[in-house]
């Protein structure tokens, strides 16, 4: 199953641009993906009348400029090998606004972005990104070792939880990677008028996400693959602080997790609580899967801006 065919990746002209580089290769060479956009936006400014009149061809060469500056770096990681389709495009303007629409142009399976951890809690261009790409999105925080051999998969029997499982699973395949599966579950309030104490109730709810696991995992292929299987009871509201320190425990290499996008249809994905997860993830790559194209009212977004 090849999930991520279109890879665009978001460069900021800083030395952080070669993480991602190389981390997109491995994506790629992992996927066999066929297409890498790569998009670089320069910062929209206003520029004087007068400086334009004096020197028309002021910005044109800023961006082939930068352009030249990128594609040295691209052709060493991006070899031309008959394969790959490398494309690189420079732009100015608003980068949130940049990314979305080259992103929607070309159709893109996934979003490559970097976090560069400057402050806690920031991360904000990212929490954008998640609510409004309309493909899968990839985390990557600055310093990160490039591997994918441990990979931690937050489900919650939802649609979205078979697609991240689905791409975890051709990744562990593709490369011996080990799959932890973790399902985070709180005791309701009334559990006491089961007549069942609480540890009682508990055991029941994990035998039943147990049996919703196989369900879930029916027509995905894990032979040969290393898989584990992770339950954790909540008794708080922290879903995501959860599934981020069962991360640290084990870990792992990075985190793939099903994205709500604008529906209610499952219980603790994209919004706010997975949010939560972009935000304090300073430690391992993110990945956010999402159907393509399935990100209501992002044409409308790009309208508003």
């Known amino acids: 199953m090849n999930q991520f065919n279109k890879i665009l990746i978001a460069l900021d002209n800083s030395p952080m641009d070669e993480e991602l580089m190389e981390s997109a290769k491995l994506i790629s060479d992992l996927n066999e993906g066929r297409e890498i956009h790569f998009i670089n936006i320069i910062k929209d400014f206003e520029t004087p009348g007068n400086l334009l009149r004096q020197f028309p061809n002021i910005i044109e060469g800023a961006l082939k400029e930068r352009k030249d500056q990128i594609a040295q770096k691209v052709n060493r990681i991006f070899p031309e090998d008959g394969n790959t389709q490398v494309k690189i495009n420079v732009v100015k303007g608003n980068i949130l606004k940049e990314i979305l629409s080259y992103s929607s142009q070309i159709k893109s399976d996934l979003i490559i972005v970097g976090r560069k951890n400057e402050r806690k809690g920031g991360g904000i261009l990212n929490s954008r990104l998640a609510r409004r790409a309309n493909c899968s999105l990839m985390i990557i925080p600055n310093g990160t070792v490039r591997k994918v051999e441990k990979i931690l998969i937050p489900i919650d029997f939802s649609e979205n939880s078979i697609m991240a ?3 975890a699973a051709a990744f562990g395949k593709k490369n011996n990677a080990k799959i932890i ?18 540890e009682e109730f508990a055991k029941v709810m994990e035998k039943n996400a147990k049996e919703d696991f196989d369900k879930l995992t029916r027509d995905i292929d894990f032979e040969g693959v290393d898989l584990e299987q992770v339950y954790t009871q909540s008794d708080d509201d922290h879903i995501m602080e959860d599934v981020y320190q069962t991360a640290k425990i084990l870990k792992v290499d990075s985190v793939i997790i099903g994205a709500k996008g604008r529906t209610a249809a499952t219980a603790i994905f994209i919004g706010s609580r997975a949010e939560k997860l972009i935000q304090i993830d300073e430690s391992f790559p993110l990945i956010i899967m999402r159907p393509k194209g399935k990100n209501a009212g992002f044409i409308d977004y790009l309208k508003e801006l």
């Open 165 to 167: 499982l689905q791409i």
């Open 181 to 198: 599966t973790q399902n985070v579950y709180q005791v309701p309030v009334g559990y006491h008028y089961s007549g069942k104490t609480k």
